[in-house]
């Protein structure tokens, strides 16, 4: 999984990381690694609609853009941009995750996880988020989503506190 993740950041800063270009020496072939893999799929996230399950005069209007690179063993990364429950900007950088397609036999449902790290729930909603410290915390998110020939439709759910509708679009394959 690591090398998802350096695979990613190679990808998201234009293979501008110093170790991206070392990976390309022979003199570091455990740094080779690290190399972007071929034919993953690259997609753009948006979230335009949250629901939470408990009511607050605090919650504000939530939204989410990001990019997500799915590999070819099903494993998924990214890395994304939401303003949170509280009106703060927020992102969630996942170097893990896994979809698994057709599930209970219905062609296009699939079931996807990630795992990751949160920032961005600060002061004074620093406890609406389990294990936080200083605006960081871990991330896991289950979703389960339907594959169309364009785009696909998934339902993220954010703990017990709500569920967010996503679409993904497809962007290119590298």
């Keep these: 999984m ?13 293979v501008g990381l110093p170790f991206c270009s070392l990976a390309q020496s022979t003199e570091a072939p455990a740094v080779a690694m690290a190399l972007p893999e071929k034919n993953r799929e690259l997609s753009f996230m948006w979230g335009p609609l949250t629901h939470h399950f408990s009511q607050s005069s605090d919650h504000r209007y939530v939204w989410l853009v990001g990019i997500e690179a799915a590999y070819p063993d099903q494993s998924v990364a990214g890395a994304t941009f939401f303003s949170n429950s509280f009106g703060q900007p927020s992102t969630y950088i996942y170097p893990f995750g896994q ?8 062609q296009d449902l699939y079931f996807k996880w990630s795992a990751g790290l949160i920032y961005g729930y600060l002061s004074p909603y620093q406890d609406k988020v389990p294990y936080n410290k200083n605006g960081f915390s871990p991330g896991v ?8 020939k364009n785009y696909s439709a998934q339902l993220n759910f954010l703990l017990l506190e709500g569920v967010m509708l996503q679409f993904n679009f497809p962007i290119g394959t590298r």
């Design 141 to 148: 998110i289950p979703a389960i989503g339907l594959q169309k």
């Design 99 to 106: 979809i698994y397609k057709d599930i209970f036999n219905v």
């Design 2 to 14: 690591a090398k998802h993740c350096l695979a990613f950041l190679c990808a998201l800063s234009g």
